[in-house]
């Protein structure tokens, strides 16, 4: 099956810095998802990007569909942007159930 | 405001106890979805439904039930047989055509005592 790889596992930030995301995939996909979930466990859906560019305040990311992967961009970072973002796909043709990567956890330190 | 509700937050079971978990949708979504969380790792899919009265097992269905007797509600039954199932779970809800813009619930942690 597909392999969903997210880098890098971990990432320590001072608030106001810059960071990027990186979400691999193994084979073709319809869509390409990108979560925030928050330290209590909440899942919130930050982009629905299968391919392009997009933008939302100081988030924005961008797929390359045809060489596999996404990056988000998260600029002056916030202590609340800690947590764990994920990348996830799914296919047409599957229900539309989503396979994760394994994450990456995010803290921002004041 | 539209959104999805799990319930309850918390659970506890005994060894050999079924425990039912419950997720509402009033978003007039027609797919729902269970995934599974451990510590540490991505989520994995349980079981999902396009339609009321059908559903599909997914990565990990063994030891797990569920039923969508109504278009709201897809609850899932952590049965005796699933033989590790502390773990953080999650219900999600879409639209059900390709949009497929997810929305997830607050989740359900569930622990074996």
């Known amino acids: 099956g597909i392999q969903v790889e997210q880098s890098p596992p971990d990432l320590i930030l001072q608030e106001g810095a810059n960071s990027t995301l990186r979400c691999n995939f193994s084979d073709s996909v319809n869509n390409l998802q990108w979560f925030h979930q928050n330290p209590w466990g909440q899942l919130i859906n930050l982009f629905y990007i299968p391919s392009g560019t997009k933008q939302n305040g100081r988030l924005s990311a961008t797929t390359v569909a045809t060489e596999r992967y996404s990056l988000l961009y998260i600029s002056s970072s916030q202590t609340t942007d800690s947590g764990v973002y994920f990348c996830?796909?799914?296919?047409?043709?599957?229900?539309?159930?989503?396979?994760f990567g394994q994450g990456t956890e995010l803290s921002v330190k004041p | 405001d539209g959104g999805i509700t799990q319930s309850p937050k918390y659970l506890f079971r005994k060894e050999g106890q079924n425990v039912t978990l419950s997720c509402e949708q009033n978003l007039n979504h027609d797919a729902m979805y269970w995934y599974r969380q451990d510590p540490g790792q991505g989520l994995r899919l349980i079981y999902y439904?396009?339609?009321?009265?059908?559903?599909q097992k997914g990565d990990i269905a063994e030891g797990y039930s569920v039923s969508r007797e109504k278009k709201e509600s897809f609850p899932l039954t952590v049965t005796s047989a699933q033989k590790n199932p502390t773990a953080f779970y999650l219900c999600a809800s879409t639209i059900g055509h390709k949009d497929y813009g997810y929305t997830f619930g607050s989740g359900t942690r569930l622990t074996v005592v």
């Open positions: 996830a796909v799914s296919f047409y043709n599957q229900g539309g159930k989503l396979i």
């Open positions: 439904s396009q339609i009321v009265n059908d559903f």
